[in-house]
């Protein structure tokens, strides 16, 4: 357990580090600036991806983000979404995998869907891939006027009008969510997970 924490600790003080330096490069110029829409491709690994939850959050579920990660690139690329603002948003939307909020973990609703109170707290799914597809098919929905490639999964898709009305991550702000910061919130987060990833040497 000791051995662990230190692993764990070693790793976050050289995320901090590079996060105070600036490190925004790892595969070449300009390969990790932070995207500004949310169609297109992700710069990261699954294991980039679930390696940021393990080491930033110590009560985050690594185990679980290990197994979502993968299927967050394979769902994205599907519908052309960009899988490391997918992957972002269901951090912010679920507090790194910890759901202490209305969701709760059980509900493998990674993004909220449907969860608008205590009494109204979302959408159930059976599993995590399909919670998963929910989640991406419903930021294509505000992303893209481009139909689905895949079955309709997402049970709010209808729902949002006009299709393709947030294009760009600052758009989310006031339309997926009330909060004016939570664009913001989530490119912090993709900063932190490119931050991340070049300090690792991943």
């Known amino acids: 357990m000791h051995k662990i924490f230190m692993v764990k600790t070693t790793a976050t003080v050289a ?15 300009n390969s990790f600036e932070i995207p500004q829409r949310i169609m297109g491709s992700g710069k ?3 294991q980039q991806l679930a390696d940021f939850v393990a080491v930033t959050a110590m009560e ?7 197994r979502l990660a993968p299927l967050y690139i394979l769902e994205a690329q599907a519908e052309g979404v ?3 603002v997918a ?21 493998n609703n990674f993004c909220g869907l449907g969860a608008v109170s205590a009494t109204q707290t979302g959408h159930i799914f059976p599993d995590e891939l399909t919670g998963i597809r929910a989640h991406i098919q419903h ?15 997402d049970p709010r898709f209808h729902f949002v009008s006009p299709k393709g009305k947030a294009p760009t991550i600052d758009a989310l702000a006031g339309t997926w969510a009330k909060d004016p910061q939570y664009a913001a919130k989530i490119k912090s ?14």
């Open 82 to 84: 960009n899988h490391d």
């Open 60 to 66: 985050g579920d690594a185990e679980r983000a290990a």
């Open 44 to 46: 990261l690994t699954a």
């Open 189 to 202: 987060l993709l900063r932190r997970m490119y931050y991340y990833s070049a300090s690792a040497g991943l």
């Open 139 to 153: 930021l294509k929905a505000y992303a893209s006027r481009e139909p689905l490639a895949g079955e309709l999964i």
């Open 15 to 29: 995320f901090l580090f590079a996060a105070a330096l600036g490190i925004a490069q790892v595969q070449g110029k």
């Open 87 to 107: 992957f972002a948003q269901m951090i912010l939307e679920t507090g790194y995998l910890q759901f202490k909020g209305i969701v709760g973990a059980h509900t």
